[in-house]
């Protein structure tokens, strides 16, 4: 199933896509608020009996996507987590032994469509295509061998980044990853079940239609299974959490001048067998 959130006539809703149109399932489920209360009930296989008796409402076109999980209770990503790009960094250091990580607010995410945000502040505005891991079944101190278990579905984010902001902390980023709408995440949650090999996902960015970023889930450092074992370690992981799980080399900050992203750049996500987000750089208002 393809699971999102959406806005259409002045209502915000959540359903499934059929073709190129929307099942409106919030309607027909009100017990659930949203798709992460959904997930949290473990009702994916009612959604599904509810799908198949449904008609189709709205066009895609129809409609404004919002984040598929609405206000998740955590988005966690994962920074330098493709061999090649601990390469980039070109500062002859070893794959690292444990994930880096950091987190992201809901606010700082548009999305599928929607502008994402240039802020006056700074002019180092830049994209990451990152492939993001949907908590179905939550968890402590999870096994590796059963991680993936507890994955309700994948979607794709812009990890829009504010570069020179990254570095006014000594051992933080955070400023730089959470200015307001500065990325993007959607179009919209693909269930696990319907996923291809999860090894050989393909994640390529593009910037006005030139390809910037390539890369499978081949060369990822900490794999799915790890990342959620991992983090599983010290937090507990709950239905509708968000895991970004890094990005391949090519942002726009280690070409040589740098090629920020300006307004009116359209940035495109594309991920195989979830979609592809795309979103317009705007200036803040």
């Known amino acids: 199933m393809k699971l999102l959130t959406y806005r259409h006539g002045g209502r915000i809703s959540w359903g499934a896509v059929v073709d190129d149109a929307v099942v409106d399932l919030g309607a027909r489920l009100p017990r659930f608020a949203g798709l992460r209360e959904a997930l949290s ?10 799908l198949a008796s449904a008609s ?3 066009k895609l076109a129809e409609i404004e996507f919002l ?29 690292p032994k444990y994930p880096s990580l950091f987190m992201r607010t809901p606010s700082s995410l ?24 949907i908590i179905g079944r939550g968890g402590r101190r999870i096994r590796r061998d059963d991680a993936l278990q507890h994955i309700a579905g994948f979607t794709i984010m812009n990890e829009g980044s504010v570069r020179d902001w990254l570095r006014h902390g000594k051992f933080n980023v955070t400023q730089g990853k959470n200015f307001d709408r500065s990325g993007a995440i959607g179009p919209w949650m ?77 940035v495109e996500v594309e991920v195989s067998g979830i979609g592809t987000l795309r979103n317009t750089v705007a200036d803040e208002a």
Not at 67 to 95: F, M, T, W
Not at 110 to 133: C, K, N, T, W
Not at 250 to 264: H, N, Q, T
Request: hydrophobic share 35%; net charge negative.
């Open 190 to 266: 693909i269930t696990a079940d319907a996923m291809p090999d999860l090894g050989a996902l393909r994640v390529t960015t593009r910037v006005n239609g030139e390809v910037r970023q390539d890369d499978t889930t081949a060369s990822l450092i900490f794999g799915f299974d790890y990342l959620i074992s991992y983090l599983s370690t010290f937090t507990e992981l709950k239905p509708g959490d968000v895991i970004s799980t890094g990005t391949p080399t090519g942002a726009g900050s280690f070409f040589k001048p740098p090629r920020w992203l300006r307004p009116g750049d359209v």
């Open 41 to 50: 009930a473990g009702a994916l296989p009612e959604l599904r009996q509810a």
């Open 110 to 133: 548009a999305g599928h469509g929607a502008p994402i945000i240039r802020p006056p502040e700074s002019e180092q505005f830049d994209y990451e295509g990152e492939i993001v891991l």
């Open 67 to 95: 984040a598929p999980i609405q206000n998740p209770e955590k988005i966690l990503c994962v920074g330098v987590n493709y061999a090649n790009r601990n390469a980039e960094y070109a500062d002859n250091s070893d794959l």
């Open 56 to 58: 189709p409402g709205p």
